[in-house]
């Protein structure tokens, strides 16, 4: 048997005359990593009414036509009206992540007691992990169809808005602020649905040649004001009010801006039409599984639940900026 030995040297930091020095850690792990985006914070959250998630969408009232509704007030006679309304429903995603824990790894982390919070904050940052994914997801996920998924993922908020068929773009030598503004007066100019948009979302780049926009060529700071969460942010006045312009991390661009050929993508929404239908529980439920012959504690995160942008053909809009 051979047995091989370690040099006391390779773990001291230093030895000498009354002094032994060994590696000694801060208990505290630096930890600025980004977890949850605002867009899942501000949605509604409504209980799924099973798999898929149904409901009704009126698309017209019952009202007469300018030829058919006026008649001749001594000859009445009147026309048969109803209302329009479909069916529209939203399937339901698993979303899920597992940790497992040593046994012998976590008795020796005790023993030593210098992260004793360690397997708590890791079991945290799991449900965060799964948040993450989740706010990503919510504008990302790949699924093209709410009646006909075609992938495991959430049919993103981004690509239901632009199957909608609101989209437009903004050139190189546009104005950002301007053409913001003009599509959302026409959003509210719509004789057909009493469209009201909340919020502007776009990746903090866009914010800020927004923001350079107005101090050099209208001298104006925007205002801020403080949305869910405690967030602070600019808002931009236009037809449907003080609209906040909201910081989304998840919401990537390509190019570089400046190089002309840049494509930054802002979404224009109504906050209040667009739901994630949760099953059992809105936020992640923590399964602890029975222990396994390695003695390892697992540990499964768990989510159900789809994204809908109700009104995606009205009530929303995607602009896209070239610069």
Do not use: C
């Not at 002094?19 to 605002?38: F, K, M, N, S, W």
């Not at 909201?246 to 801006?257: H, R």
């Not at 995160?301 to 109700?310: C, I, N, T, Y």
């Amino acid at each position: 048997m051979n047995a091989k030995f370690l040099d006391i040297h390779a773990a001291a930091d230093f030895m000498g005359p009354g002094a032994l020095e060994v590696p000694i850690y801060q208990t505290e792990i630096t930890d600025i990593v980004r977890r949850r985006g605002i867009f899942g914070q501000r949605i509604k959250q409504v209980p799924a009414t099973g798999h898929p998630s149904r409901f009704f969408e009126e698309t017209a009232i019952p009202s007469p036509t300018a030829t058919s509704g006026f008649v001749d007030p001594r000859n009445i006679v009147a026309p048969v009206v109803t209302p329009t309304r479909v069916e529209r429903s939203v399937p339901l995603k698993a979303l899920v992540a597992q940790i497992n824990y040593n046994l012998f790894d976590i008795e020796l982390g005790n023993q030593q007691s210098q992260f004793a919070y360690l397997q708590a904050k890791d079991l945290t940052d799991t449900v965060d992990g799964v948040l993450r994914t989740h706010d990503v997801a919510l504008w990302n996920g790949t699924d093209t169809s709410l009646s006909a998924p075609t992938t495991t993922q959430y049919f993103g908020a981004a690509n239901q808005i632009v199957s909608g068929g609101n989209t437009t773009t903004i050139g190189t030598s546009e104005s950002i602020v301007d053409g913001l503004k003009s599509t959302i007066a026409q959003m509210v100019a719509s004789s057909s649905y009493a469209v009201r948009p909340t919020a502007i979302y776009a990746n903090p780049v866009l914010l800020d040649l927004i923001d350079r926009e107005m101090k050099s060529e209208f001298n104006v700071v925007l205002n801020t004001s403080k949305i869910n969460g405690g967030f602070t942010v600019k808002t931009l006045s236009t037809q449907a009010g003080e609209l906040p312009l909201i910081p989304e991390w998840s919401l990537s661009y390509t190019g570089t801006p400046g190089s002309g050929s840049a494509v930054l993508p802002a979404y224009i929404v109504t906050e209040d039409l667009i739901e994630y239908h949760w099953l059992s529980d809105p936020n992640p439920r923590v399964f602890q599984l029975g222990i396994p012959g390695s003695l390892a504690s697992q540990y499964v995160v768990v989510k159900f639940g789809g994204v809908v942008v109700k009104g995606a053909s009205y009530a929303h809009y995607q602009v896209l900026v070239d610069r």
